[in-house]
């Protein structure tokens, strides 16, 4: 009886996603195990940040002075440049770009399961996070939400098999897809032709054409060109920017709505 | 405390454990927690615990780790069941005896799982799907131990 409903299930889940509407109230029941299962790391974190030495902070405190007045003084070009672009934009009577908004989250876990590379993290639908919004880290794009609940998503990272993302070669406007491969610290680049030029250390933005990744967010950078002969296309080894399993915190970012 | 308050503490800490997170590098090597306490229980107290426990433990498990509902609920319940035919046989053997027979049935959960994920296409074929059976296999007479002794002191029946 439990196994016919069983293969029941699965197969409505797979072929007809039927259980998409009630899923994430199911998810409800666990998410207290998940809370409680992260409260040592939450402990820790805590600690090291309140059981910080004087010395320290102070050091810290300086250090990030310096950095924020460096980011300022970057800040104020970025200004300049911005206005500029708008105004070019608007000579040349283009869609105007408008700011992406940006939600921030804390990771509380990891996907137990060898097959799929996904995390978990703090905030749900409550706090506007949809299924398909893409997330970012400090470093570069990271993945993108694939499961929400009430006060928890599951995020797909970049890394994983059954991932593709639009991208483009940031230094020639090259556009082609970046495919994860299961492993973290390594992707592909899909149908390259050989007479591309391409080489180490060339940076892959999002292209934004999938109009879900927000366009000239950096993912990967490129590790190795292998040309095979026989081979159709070149072998494209990427490295991902982000701090993929590592990071801690992470955005959750709108795309951006485009004005015509 | 009452004994069904204990065993549910048991059924949690079981899921606690399935919900941590393991190191990257060591994913193969993860025991399957939730079977280690179902089995128990199942080879114990056969009467009151089977199938339906294990369906819905399998459940739990697959919202906990994100999969396909139905995926854990399904070995789950083929193994308890399994388990429930021989529970008779499996009280006679020795302990380690007993851990060889949990990391076969382990074994059995592992393959249902490559086929599902496979089938999805997310899954290559690697002989370490059987890691965890083994690991399940060796964590078995302490596992065994440990809950036997909670099992006498609350009286569970």
């Known amino acids: 009886m439990l196994v016919v409903l069983s293969i029941f299930m699965i197969f409505a889940d797979i072929r007809y996603s039927a259980f998409s509407a009630i899923r994430p109230y199911l998810t409800l029941i666990v998410t207290p195990i998940q809370v409680v299962v992260n409260t040592p790391q939450k402990i820790f974190y805590w600690s090291s940040e309140h059981l910080a030495s004087r010395e320290g902070l102070v050091n810290d405190n300086n250090k990030l002075n310096a950095e924020v007045l460096m980011l300022r003084s970057q800040l104020q070009k970025l200004n300049a440049l911005r206005a500029e672009n708008v105004r070019l934009r ?53 993945g993108q939400v694939v499961e929400t609940a009430a006060y928890s998503s599951r995020v797909l990272l970049i890394a994983d098999a059954s991932h593709f ?8 406007g090259f556009r082609s ?84 | 405390m009452k004994p069904i308050l204990v065993f549910s503490i048991t059924l949690l800490i079981a899921l606690m454990l399935e919900a941590m997170t393991f190191p990257e590098q060591l994913i193969w090597y ?24 294990a ?77 965890p059976a083994i690991i399940t296999g060796l964590l078995w007479p302490w596992s065994f131990v440990v809950l036997r002794s909670v099992r006498r002191i609350y009286a569970i029946r």
């Open chain 1, 90 to 142: 608007e000579l040349l009577d283009a869609s105007q770009r408008v700011d992406e908004k940006i939600v921030m989250a804390e990771v509380i876990g990891f996907d137990q399961n060898a097959y799929s590379h996904k995390i978990l993290i703090d905030k749900g639908f409550s706090s506007g996070a949809y299924v398909g919004q893409a997330v970012l880290d400090a470093t570069g794009v990271l």
């Open chain 2, 55 to 131: 369906w819905f433990l399998g459940l739990m498990v697959d919202l906990l780790q994100g999969g396909i509902i139905g995926q854990h609920s399904l070995t789950y319940v083929v193994i308890a069941y399994a388990c429930a035919l021989f529970y008779k046989r499996l009280r006679m053997y020795h302990r380690w005896q007993q851990g060889v027979f949990v990391a076969a049935l382990v074994s059995m959960n592992q393959l249902v799982d490559f086929w599902i994920d496979h089938y999805l296409g997310h899954a290559e074929p690697t002989l370490m799907i059987f890691m």
């Open chain 1, 165 to 172: 993302v639009p991208v483009q070669l940031s230094r020639t």
């Open chain 1, 177 to 260: 897809i970046l495919s994860g491969t299961g492993d973290l610290k390594k992707m592909t680049l899909l149908s390259v032709p050989h007479s591309v030029d391409i080489k180490k250390g060339d940076i892959l933005t999002t292209s934004g054409l999938d109009e879900r990744f927000p366009s000239g967010y950096p993912v990967g950078v490129v590790r190795s060109v292998a040309h095979v002969p026989g081979k159709a296309y070149a072998d494209i080894d990427v490295v991902p920017l982000a701090q993929l399993g590592r990071s801690r915190h992470v955005m959750l970012i709108d795309p951006p709505q485009v004005e015509r």
């Open chain 2, 30 to 53: 993860r025991p399957e927690w939730a079977l280690l306490v179902i089995l128990y229980w199942v080879i114990a107290l056969p009467f009151r615990f089977g199938a339906g426990l």
